[in-house]
């Protein structure tokens, strides 16, 4: 039949056309690598010189490696967050504000009374999930009854959290002592390191499973069908019998629960106690960037705060040995979002380039 | 003005080309000064591509252009115009809250001093109007008028921008038969005025009834240009499809038995927080298809979806199988057994990025055997998926492929297999088959008709006055949201409806009868 055959082209022309998916990311990778030395260039510096050391930061020695994942693991769950919002149709820009209301959280179950590790741990982990899970999902909230847009809310939410857990850090949460900290938590609520000298800690190890379960949620289960459902077409999913609000409520809880689980990965991983914060640290922000570069998919995700988790590693240390300033990396991270961003122009020039080689298919 | 033997467009191969698409592909057309020439051809044939590579809104890749024997390159709408083309669109590009002369005037407004000279312009408006016999109230506002009105501002629009050769997409499509019989007066003293008129359409009748000649295009392919007279409907249907196809739909009469739904006095808002459905009451009984026939925006879109839980009612009752639904929830009557064909496949009916098996279980993906409560069971969702896309003819490489990459024809049966694999006691069908071409049709016309012998109710909403009348047992007229009278189709002609449609009450209708309330 003609129609079988028209459908049969145009489906494969969209696969043949989904290959770039993967490929944008890459190819954006280096062309902001180039830009980078661009700018590199025109400051005097040797980029290839410093490209080996930001190489080497991160993959040269045991500790550098270490360093560079102790990095990754916070971008890892924001990406997740941000992607796993992104998957339902929601922006959320509060992951730093879930960040610290969890890093909080947990940080006060830890230093609050001595239990058995077993116990204690989960429990400590447990304070920062729901923290960042209710921070979020009161977004959400606002969102599907009120229609309040998650962008404003979340935005605001963030310096509630900032201030809040300040004023917790050094008001009545406050350690003795001149430190505005909590006091420190007990070893029984710590994340372990892997080994002895290096900063790395089990919190890859929650990182990865949160990516593994995220993808299964998203592709194995039903909640993950309407999640999807209702991030491509809300009006369909509504067609389908989805409960399109309680979906929203939901995603913006599990989506600030992923962030929370950056905060709480900090504060049981690497400080042992929530300091009082002076301003964002950032990693909700830099985790929309880890989603857009991992096309808000769970490995790409992964992948993406891989490439974070070593550019920021390599921008000290290519300020300390070869004078690049670190705002030179920061230059690289924007470019690279930039042209992933605008994936339309690469796709609309091999398009341009297939027509004219003649490579088109039948009519629709 | 030209020689009278010299044509007023010609269009010599022209070739357009989208991503995956050739939309045309090496197209003629010729349009003699004075005539009215249709351009016929199936949905997704190429027409409108064409027509819009004419007037600007695209640029053929290939071939060239002549519009009264001059070479032109139409790069842009207003060289089209500047060249005296003037194209009317299915959607009208009218601003509602503006009166008809300022719409009309929109563009090219004369001015004095700097400012807008509403008198000439009120004017030149009705100077137009009478010179053409196209008689509009210059005053009304846009939103205040009926549709047919609307259309004549638009043509009135393009006349007033000096068109001498007119472009009409799909004009009756929104039209009332006697509305349409009107535009067809309008366009003959139009091309007695020297006009020519290209226009737009997969309707066989209206060919014959209206055009001199016709230019058949398929799949973007040029196939012919005919005299009308020197061929049947038969015939221009077999040009337009490709293969021999049955106009008529054979069915044997209906045995209704108990009524299924029933809805009374039924009130609900439209999106403008307007009331759309006021106090409708009808009811469908098993074995029978309940056609409801309506100028669009009578509130057939409310009612479609009050009956399957999208939107809200505001008073009024629903009796489904014999019992009154509170408060309809689209999962609840999913599962009381209301399946439903929305109106609009692409917003509502479909996901376009997700796979046909993830679409075809859309509304039961949480159910055994789909999905337990935390793993979804896509094995076998893609067997079932792969059943369906057999049994219901969905021209597809597999089931992986998205939905997107379908044709409209295979989308709609899509959904029609999902909708009806589910078994309902009743099936809400709206618009089954807007867009698609003839071969899907026919298809989706037999399935339903199979349907109703399988004595399930089938409540159909369609704006194809042809479809209602040749599927239909009973027909229930719908305006301005109530039901006005619903007929035996026996009893029912197309411009009995067509009246009733246009808000005339039946005992003013020559012979109408109130029939099966």
């Known amino acids: 039949m003609v129609d079988k055959d028209i459908s049969e082209k145009k489906a494969n022309y969209l696969k043949s056309m989904k290959i770039f998916d993967y490929i944008i990311p890459i190819l954006s990778v280096v062309a902001g690598l180039l830009v980078g030395a661009i700018f590199m260039k025109i400051i005097g510096a040797d980029p290839i010189e410093a490209y080996k050391v930001l190489w080497s930061s991160s993959f040269g020695s045991m500790r550098g490696f270490s360093e560079m994942l102790v990095n990754t693991i916070p971008l890892i769950f924001t990406g997740l967050a941000v992607a796993f919002g992104f998957r339902i149709g929601l922006f959320n820009i509060g992951g730093d504000g879930q960040f610290l209301i969890a890093y909080l959280a947990s940080a006060y179950i830890g230093f609050l009374f001595q239990l058995p590790m077993y116990f204690h741990l989960p429990l400590a982990v447990l304070a920062g999930i729901l923290a960042g899970g209710v921070w979020g999902g009161f977004a959400g909230y606002l969102k599907a009854t009120l229609g309040v847009h998650e962008v404003i809310t979340t935005i605001m939410m963030n310096y509630i959290a900032l201030y809040f857990v300040g004023y917790m850090a050094s008001g009545p949460l406050k350690a003795q002592g001149g430190l505005p900290a909590t006091p420190k938590i007990f070893d029984s609520a710590k994340l372990p390191r892997l080994m002895t000298g290096l900063r790395l800690h089990w919190g890859i190890f929650l990182a990865i499973g949160a990516a593994i379960l995220i993808y299964y949620i998203l592709w194995k289960t039903p909640l993950g069908y309407e999640v999807r459902a209702t991030g491509q077409n809300s009006d369909a999913a509504e067609f389908g019998g989805i409960n399109v609000a309680k979906n929203l409520m939901l995603a913006m809880f599990i989506s600030g629960a992923l962030a929370g689980l950056a905060g709480t990965s900090q504060a049981l991983g690497l400080e042992y106690r929530a300091y009082q914060p002076f301003g964002f640290i950032g990693y909700g922000f830099t985790g929309i960037a880890v989603a857009l570069v991992g096309k808000s998919h769970p490995l790409g995700v992964v992948l993406g705060a891989l490439l974070f988790g070593v550019l920021a590693r390599g921008a000290m240390m290519m300020q300390s040995m070869v004078g690049v300033p670190k705002e030179v990396v920061q230059i690289i991270q924007a470019s690279i979002i930039i042209f992933v961003a605008s994936e339309y122009i690469f796709k609309y020039l091999v398009r341009k380039w297939r027509e004219r080689k003649g490579d088109v298919i039948d009519a629709s | ?517």
Not at chain 2, 329 to 334: E, G, M, N, S
Not at chain 2, 357 to 364: K, Q, S, W
Not at chain 2, 392 to 407: C, G, I, Q
């Open chain 2, 1 to 517: 003005m030209t020689a009278s033997n010299e044509l007023a467009v010609e269009m010599k191969g022209i070739t357009k080309r989208f991503p995956g698409v050739l939309a045309n592909d090496n197209v003629d057309l010729q349009l003699k000064h004075g005539e009215i020439h249709a351009l016929l051809g199936e949905n997704g044939a190429g027409k409108t591509t064409l027509m819009n590579c004419l007037y600007g809104f695209l640029e053929a890749d290939e071939g060239d252009i002549f519009i009264n024997g001059e070479k032109v390159k139409v790069t842009n709408p207003n060289v089209a115009i500047a060249h005296g083309i003037g194209m009317v669109h299915q959607h009208f590009m009218l601003v509602p809250p503006f009166t008809v002369t300022e719409n009309i005037v929109l563009g090219g407004e004369p001015s004095k001093n700097s400012m807008i000279d509403y008198k000439k312009a009120r004017k030149e408006v009705e100077e137009i109007s009478e010179q053409y016999g196209l008689q509009v109230d210059p005053d009304a506002k846009v939103q205040d008028i009926s549709v047919g009105m609307q259309q004549r501002v638009e043509i009135l629009k393009a006349l007033y921008k000096g068109a001498e050769i007119l472009i009409l997409d799909e004009p009756t499509a929104v039209l009332t038969p006697q509305e349409v019989e009107e535009l067809v007066s309008i366009m003959e003293s139009l091309t007695d005025e020297g006009k020519s008129i290209i226009f737009i359409t997969h309707k066989l009748k209206e060919v014959k009834a209206i055009a001199d000649r016709v230019t058949v295009i398929r799949s973007g392919k040029w196939i012919d240009t005919i005299d009308t007279n020197s061929a049947t409907t038969n015939e221009l249907a077999n040009m337009m499809v490709g293969r021999e196809v049955i106009l008529e739909l054979e069915k044997e009469k209906a045995q209704p038995g108990e009524v299924v739904l029933e809805v009374e006095d039924l009130y609900a808002k439209n999106n403008r927080d307007l009331m759309a459905l006021n106090g409708a009451s009808f009811s469908v009984r098993r074995g029978e298809i309940l056609g409801i026939a309506g100028v669009d925006g009578n509130g057939q879109t409310e009612l479609t979806e009050v009956l399957t839980g999208l939107r809200k009612k505001e008073s009024g009752t629903i009796k489904f199988k014999g019992r009154e639904i509170k408060k309809p929830q689209t999962k609840r009557l999913f599962e009381e057994g209301i399946s439903h064909v929305p109106e609009d496949r692409q917003r509502r009916g479909l996901v376009m990025d997700f796979s046909l098996y993830e679409n075809l279980i859309l509304g039961r993906h949480d159910r055994k055997p789909y999905a337990s409560k935390f793993k979804m069971n896509y094995k076998t969702v893609k067997n079932e998926a792969r059943r369906l896309i057999k049994d219901f003819d969905v021209r597809t490489p597999n089931e992986v492929v998205k939905a997107k990459s379908l044709s409209g024809g295979n989308q709609q049966k899509l959904i029609i297999a999902r909708e009806f694999d589910r078994e309902p006691d009743l099936l809400v069908a709206a618009q089954p088959t807007r867009g698609i071409d003839v071969g899907a049709i026919e298809y989706i016309h037999e399935k339903l008709v199979e349907q109703r012998n399988n004595n399930k109710a089938i409540l159909l909403l369609s704006l194809e006055l042809d479809e209602i009348l040749s599927l239909s047992d009973r027909i229930a007229v719908i305006y301005e949201g109530e039901i006005v009278d619903i007929l035996d189709v026996e009893d029912a002609t197309e411009e009995k409806l067509g009246l009733m449609m246009a808000g005339a009450e039946s005992e003013e209708v020559e012979g109408g009868n109130d029939v099966g309330r």
